[in-house]
């Protein structure tokens, strides 16, 4: 068919316009690749010559607060010996080929694909990497470049790879390379780190060791077999070795015979450290901010939070008490951190009671790497929780056996009996206390302080689970997971945390609510002097300063405390503001103590690195007293800071069992003198609450999801309500208790006859004259004349509103100079307030002038 003029006009213009645009884009390119060359040709690139005359890494120091104090030289006395290609291990050739760069011998000295897919990764992520290096590139960076992150330096190290590769042979190239790979600390090359690991020449390692020599360089703190992250070493050792089989470096045989390989890594030398669990916690949390190896690479000035006088006292106390409890308790380890809550800057951290002793595994940091769970410490967190949705220290819950599943029904004539599960393969819970005594109605103020279990599930189930554990979570517990995997045994320390955190999120209650980010650093300087700026955490508030000044009340209330830990245990201080919370999991394999000032929070645990258990004791005698010598030492250095007192609130307006008050639901008001009920004349000090007897369990008053509101209609809609009524009914009968919900009659008739107008006391003031001007030295005399039915008990003074003296005692006559009074004027309201012996008040006044520039007496010579 023959094609229209307009078809082939078309044709003719798509033509010429395809030809135009691969022009257009081929003359681009030309442009950008010449405007590429000619910035590439003006860099300015080091002498390939240079390689001899490189110096070696400057060093990098860590120290104290002060800045005074070297903890560590990272790079001091730096280990290097220089091997030629015949005295390396070809299994560590190959094992490094394998792992860091395959295509080595393939490439020229960079690899396009690698570049490309870094660069996207870049573009995706939005930050510069430094992925895609070839080993020939590692080397041009780690011998010839700086460490900056910079494309003009990603740029140089590409040409210089290029110019490398073609004047050096690749064996050369990799000798180069595996000489100078830092292995951590002050190693360098993999014949210094063959003799520190395996105690042998580089020659001589076997296939499993040059594995591991393979995977230690991409992050030297990270995977050291000296710090805490072994499992993640093995699990890299064994990618070394999959890839040396993908690659046929090694045989099926050579590669089994490896993996079964159990390698003994030399101890590590302890000279030159200070604050060990410290240091190297240090080295990972500016790897994880900078970057791997960033700081290996020397230069930089660290100055970290650490107080080291404090330190050392810790490291004494962890050690003696560790070996005390280990005779005692067989707990052979012990860890301590301290925190500045105001900052969230660690003070102390000793992670085991001997970093370089093997017999414990010393060297890891049970403060940091441990996940334990924490027992009754995570209490108050989940009563906070409670506090925030209405509930209050008064609130009285029962300690008495309760089943909490609602897959088991408890026994509905003995309390103590054992649950019956309702289907098969159900599991019950019913916990106990710690020492097998149950209490009956106890306030959530004493369950707390005393550390009461039954009562704080109860709490929790109050609290609600998932509120719980979010609050946790913003408290800084982020290793918590899903409510589902703990229910209800959250609150007796279900979960798994660690020392560090669980130190960090008790920071929240010590500053009023605010939680503050932990931190190491204080400053970090880099290579050229100045300072780098690492990312801030910003404080959170998580608690209303009103509930976090609740929980240091509690915790801090010795009397509450009293009946579980006596009048004078380790954990009271009579001279400060302390509050503490000790923890201790059931099957006795964790003992915590933490506890808190406004300006230091300190957390201590003992325990086994194995996870075996104790001897069954509380934390209060295997920790506590650890965590009390330590806090009176750092508490001797610090100021005298005082707890914020929760404000008073008023609790009539609330339902009785929020009051405190649990022996029935509805109440009247009597006067404690007369017997009768209570009148809007009876004063405050007479006045009591008195419930018609009717004893419960807190869900048949209230709504667990909003307790402020009216009362349930039905309570047995709650799935917890008849697990919780039966054993408190089976104790209220045991304790004579009978349910008087129904009957008014023994409700009182008539109103109270003390309190009345006919009984008001009455007083009049004489002696003081308003009309007369008293100069600042006259003596003041008030004579207080009273009438009434009942005599006067005491008498208080008023001038201005300041009180000046009180009388308990008749007669009731006040002396006293004008000027000895604060804040004295011209003229003054005196008022006199007078309280009789049934609490009934009244009150006289009048004013008294005074002559403010009558002079001073003159003092004698």
């Known amino acids: 068919m023959r094609k229209s003029p307009l078809h082939r006009f078309w044709r003719h213009v798509r033509a010429h316009t395809f030809k135009d645009i691969v022009i257009l884009a081929a003359s681009a390119f030309c442009v950008i690749a010449a405007v590429g060359v000619f910035w590439i040709s003006s860099l300015h690139l080091p002498d390939l010559t240079s390689f001899e005359s490189r110096e ?58 690698s570049i490309i897919r870094a660069l996207w990764d870049d573009l995706l992520t939005g930050h510069y990497s430094e992925g895609g290096s070839t080993i020939t590139q590692q080397v041009v960076k780690n011998t010839l470049l700086t460490g900056d992150k910079t494309i003009t330096r990603k740029l140089k190290e590409l040409v210089l790879a290029i110019k490398l590769d073609n004047a050096l042979p690749k064996d050369q190239i990799l000798t180069i390379y595996l000489n100078e790979n830092p292995y951590g600390g002050n190693l360098y090359g993999v014949e210094e780190a063959s003799r520190q690991f395996f105690g042998k020449d580089a020659s001589d390692v076997t ?252 709490v929790l189930y109050l609290a609600g689970v998932d509120d719980s554990l979010n609050l946790a979570k913003n408290m800084g517990l982020t290793s918590l997971t899903s409510a589902t995997r703990y229910g209800l045994t959250l609150v007796l320390g279900g979960g798994e945390v660690t020392l560090l955190n669980m130190t960090s999120a008790y920071g929240s209650f010590a500053d009023d609510g605010t939680h503050v980010p932990y931190t190491p650093i204080l400053h970090i300087y880099g290579p050229d002097g100045a300072e780098i700026m690492l990312p801030q955490q910003q404080p959170v508030r998580v608690l209303p300063a009103t509930i976090a000044e609740t929980i240091s009340n509690i915790l801090s209330d010795n009397t509450a405390r009293t009946p579980a830990y006596g009048p004078n245990s380790v954990l009271y201080f009579p001279t400060r503001d302390v509050a503490v919370k000790t923890g201790t999991t059931n099957d006795s394999r964790d003992a915590w103590t933490i506890g808190y000032t406004p300006n230091l929070v300190v957390g201590v645990w003992a325990g086994n690195n194995d996870d075996s258990p104790m001897v069954k004791k509380v934390a209060g005698q295997i920790v506590a007293p650890m965590w009390s010598a330590f806090m009176h030492q750092a508490l001797d250095t610090l100021p005298d800071e005082r707890f914020i007192p929760p404000p008073t609130t008023d609790e009539t307006s609330l339902k009785p069992v929020l009051q405190g008050i649990w022996e029935g639901g509805q109440t009247y008001t009597i006067d404690t003198i007369s017997g009768k009920l209570a009148t809007s004349l009876t004063p405050p000090e007479t006045r009591k609450e008195v419930p018609i007897q009717s004893v419960h369990s807190i869900l048949y008053w209230i709504n667990r999801n909003n307790p402020l509101g009216p009362a349930p209609t039905d309570p047995t809609n709650d799935p917890q309500f008849t697990r919780w009524e039966i054993p408190v009914r089976l104790w209220a009968a045991q304790h004579g208790y009978t349910d008087q919900s129904s009957s008014t009659a023994d409700v009182p008739t008539s109103y109270d006859d003390v309190h009345t107008p006919a009984n008001m006391p009455s007083i009049t003031l004489s002696n003081i004259n308003p009309s007369q001007t008293y100069s600042l030295d006259d003596t003041v005399s008030i004579l207080v004349n009273e009438t009434g039915r009942y005599p006067l008990s005491k008498a208080s003074l008023y001038v201005n509103d300041s009180l000046v003296e009180s009388i308990n005692r008749a007669p009731f006559v006040f002396r006293f100079s004008p000027r000895d009074i604060s804040g004295i004027q011209e003229s003054n309201q005196v008022r006199v307030v007078g309280v009789d012996s049934v609490y009934d008040k009244t009150e006289a006044s009048t004013t008294m002038s005074v002559a403010l520039d009558s002079a001073p007496t003159p003092s004698s010579q």
Do not use: W
Not at 91 to 113: C, L
């Open 207 to 458: 296939l499993a060791e040059a594995a591991y020599l393979a995977a230690i360089p991409q992050a030297t703190t990270y995977y050291s077999p000296y710090g805490t992250h072994l499992n993640a070493l093995e699990t890299r050792k064994n990618l070394v070795l999959q890839k040396m089989l993908d690659l046929k470096f090694i045989t099926q045989d050579e590669y089994d015979a490896a993996i079964q390989e159990k390698v003994q890594f030399q101890p590590q030398n302890q000279s030159g450290i200070k604050a060990p669990h410290f240091v190297f916690f240090v080295q990972q949390y500016l790897d994880n901010l900078l970057g791997a190896g960033t700081i290996e690479q020397g230069g930089y000035k660290i100055i970290t939070t650490l107080n080291m006088d404090l330190q050392s006292k810790a490291e004494d106390l962890v050690k003696t008490t560790a070996l005390s409890n280990e005779q005692n308790f067989e707990a052979k380890n012990a860890a301590l951190v301290a925190i500045d809550p105001q900052t969230g800057g660690i003070v102390s951290m000793v992670g085991s009671r001997d970093y370089f002793d093997q017999e414990i595994d010393g060297k890891f940091n049970v403060a940091v790497d441990a996940q334990r769970q924490p027992g009754s410490t995570m209490k108050p967190i989940i009563y906070s929780e409670a506090f925030m949705k209405g509930y209050t220290p008064d609130t009285v819950l029962f300690d008495v056996p309760t089943e909490f599943s609602t897959d088991c029904m408890p026994s509905l004539t003995d309390m103590y009996a054992s649950s019956t599960p309702l289907k098969s393969g159900a599991v019950c819970y019913k916990p106990g206390n710690y020492d097998n005594e149950f209490r009956g109605p106890i306030s959530m103020r004493d369950a707390l302080a005393q550390s009461i279990n039954v009562p704080s599930v109860k």
């Open 56 to 113: 070696v890494t400057q060093s990098t120091k860590i120290y104290d607060s002060t800045g005074t104090i070297l903890l560590y030289d990272l790079n001091q006395g730096v280990k290097r010996t220089v091997l030629p290609s015949e005295d390396i291990s070809p299994f560590i050739k190959e094992a490094t080929v394998a792992i860091e760069d395959e295509d080595f011998y393939h490439h020229g000295g960079i690899k396009v694909s």
